[in-house]
T-cell receptor
Framework: GEDVEQSLFLSVREGDSSVINCTYT??????LYWYKQEPGAGLQLLTY?????DMKQDQRLTVLLNKKDKHLSLRIADTQTGDSAIYFC???????????FGTGTRLQVFP | SQTIHQWPATLVQPVGSPLSLECTVE??????LYWYRQAAGRGLQLLFY??????ISSEVPQNLSASRPQDRQFILSSKKLLLSDSGFYLC?????????????FGNGTRLTVT
C-alpha cells in the first residue's frame, strides 16, 4: 500500500533555512501537499505541487519534487519562531479521494 | 467561502461512556467528509470518509462509527469508549468529484478517556 515517511524532528536557528524532507511510495501520486499544524490546532494547507512539476515557489516556501526518487522537500527561507510547528507531507494518487499523510516533522526554531 | 466547524474543542470522558463528535461544513454542497485521528506524537490516521449521505467507508477496525445524517454534517460516535480512543480527532472536507482536491481541516477535538 501507499506509504509516506518523514523524519520526526528538525531544529534550526532563527533566520536560517529549514529543509523538511518526505519520501513516498505511490508512483501514481498526482498531487503532493504540505500542511502545517500549530500546537492544539487543525492542519493548515501550506502549498502543493502537481507531479509533473519539479519546483514551486511561494514567498518563503520552496517545494522540490524528485519524482524519480519519490522525494519531496519543503524549504522555508529565513525561518522564524512562528514557523515552529509540525509539518506534514501528503500525497494523493489518481482516481482517489484519500490523502495519505506522512508522520509529520516537528520543526523547532530557536533564537 | 467555505468553513468547517468541529465541536467540542476538548472532551474528557470516562471509559465505557458514549461519544459523539460533530462536524459541519458551510459554503459548499456535496463535500467529501473525513474523520482522522492523531495520537500523541504520531501522524494522522484516516478513520472514516464519506462521499455522500449514507455512503461511509471505514478505514480501520475499531469501536468507533460515523454517520452523515445531512449532506454537510458528519458525526463520529462510540457506544463505549476505550482508553486507547484518546487522541486528537480532526474532521476535514474536500470538493466532491474533484480528484486531487486538497483537504481542509477543522480545529480538532482533543479527547481524553480516563
Amino acid at each position: 500500500g501507499e506509504d509516506v515517511e518523514q523524519s520526526l524532528f528538525l531544529s534550526v536557528r532563527e533566520g536560517d533555512s529549514s529543509v523538511i524532507n518526505c519520501t513516498y511510495t505511490d508512483s501514481s501520486s498526482t498531487y503532493l501537499y504540505w500542511y502545517k499544524q500549530e500546537p492544539g490546532a487543525g492542519l493548515q494547507l501550506l502549498t502543493y505541487i502537481f507531479s509533473n512539476m519539479d519546483m514551486k515557489q511561494d514567498q518563503r516556501l520552496t517545494v522540490l519534487l524528485n519524482k524519480k526518487d519519490k522525494h519531496l522537500s519543503l524549504r522555508i527561507a529565513d525561518t522564524q519562531t512562528g514557523d515552529s510547528a509540525i509539518y506534514f507531507c501528503a500525497e494523493i494518487g489518481s482516481n482517489t479521494d484519500k490523502l495519505i499523510f506522512g508522520t509529520g516533522t516537528r520543526l523547532q526554531v530557536f533564537p | 467561502s467555505q468553513t468547517i466547524h468541529q465541536w467540542p474543542a476538548t472532551l474528557v470522558q470516562p471509559v465505557g461512556s458514549p461519544l459523539s463528535l460533530e462536524c459541519t461544513v458551510e459554503g459548499t454542497s456535496n463535500p467529501n467528509l473525513y474523520w482522522y485521528r492523531q495520537a500523541a506524537g504520531r501522524g494522522l490516521q484516516l478513520l472514516f470518509y464519506s462521499i455522500g449521505i449514507d455512503q461511509i467507508s471505514s478505514e480501520v477496525p475499531q469501536n468507533l462509527s460515523a454517520s452523515r445524517p445531512q449532506d454537510r454534517q458528519f458525526i463520529l460516535s462510540s457506544k463505549k469508549l476505550l482508553l486507547s480512543d484518546s487522541g486528537f480527532y480532526l474532521c476535514a472536507w474536500s470538493f466532491r468529484g474533484s480528484y486531487n482536491s486538497p483537504l481542509h481541516f477543522g480545529n480538532g477535538t482533543r479527547l481524553t478517556v480516563t
